[in-house]
C-alpha cells in the first residue's frame, strides 16, 4: 500500500451495500409511516363525519313529526351513539415551525370571526364562506377573500386540507339548515 492510501477510509463493496440495503430499508419504512399517517388521517375524518351526522340527525329530529316518546328515545339512541363516537380520540399530529403556527392561529382567529359573522347575520354568510373556501383552492369558482388567502397560504399543507375540508362541511351544513349555523364548530386544531 502506497504512503498516500495511508490514513483514507476506504469504502469497500460489502460497506456500499450494506449502506444500500439499510437505505432501502428506511425507504420501505417511510413509506409505511406515510401510509399509517393517512389511514389515522381517514379515521380522524371518518369520526368527524359521524359526530356531525350525529349532530344534524339530532336537528333534524326535533322538527321531524314523530311522537314525543320517539322522538325521545331516538334522541337517547344518537346521544349514546355521539358519546361513544367522542370517546374514539385519533390523533394525528402536524409539525409545524413558529410561522406556521402563527399563521395557523391567525387563520383560526379569523375562522372564529366567520362563525361569529354567520351566526349574527345569515344573510350573504354564504358568499362569504365561499370567499374563504376560494381562498384555499388552487382555481377559485368565484370571489376570493385576499386576507384569508394570505393567512392560509402560510399554514402547512396539511392545515390547508383540514381548513378546506371543515369550509366544505360548513357551506354544506349551511346550505342544508340556514338555521341552525349556531350549533357549528369552524375552527382546526
Not at 42 to 71: C, I, P, W, Y
Not at 98 to 107: D, F, I
Amino acid at each position: 500500500m502506497a504512503d498516500t492510501d495511508r490514513g483514507k477510509f476506504m469504502r469497500t463493496e460489502s460497506m456500499a451495500n450494506n449502506t444500500d440495503r439499510l437505505i432501502t430499508m428506511l425507504d420501505l419504512i417511510e413509506k409505511r409511516v406515510e401510509a399509517l399517517r393517512e389511514q389515522a388521517q381517514a379515521m380522524e375524518q371518518e369520526k368527524d363525519t359521524l359526530v356531525s351526522l350525529l349532530q344534524q340527525f339530532n336537528l333534524q329530529v326535533d322538527e321531524s313529526s314523530v311522537s314525543t316518546g320517539e322522538r325521545e328515545e331516538i334522541t337517547i339512541t344518537a346521544d349514546r351513539l355521539l358519546c361513544r363516537c367522542l370517546t374514539v380520540d385519533i390523533s394525528v399530529m402536524t409539525v409545524r415551525n413558529q410561522e406556521q403556527e402563527a399563521a395557523l392561529g391567525k387563520t383560526n382567529k379569523m375562522l372564529e370571526e366567520l362563525s361569529q359573522k354567520v351566526k349574527n347575520d345569515t344573510n350573504g354568510s354564504k358568499e362569504l364562506v365561499e370567499s374563504y373556501l376560494n381562498a384555499c383552492l388552487t382555481e377559485a369558482s368565484g370571489a376570493v377573500d385576499r386576507k384569508f388567502q394570505a393567512a392560509i397560504i402560510e399554514c402547512t399543507a396539511d392545515d390547508q386540507k383540514k381548513v378546506r375540508k371543515h369550509l366544505r362541511e360548513f357551506l354544506n351544513f349551511l346550505e342544508s339548515t340556514e338555521s341552525k349555523v349556531k350549533d357549528y364548530k369552524l375552527t382546526v386544531e
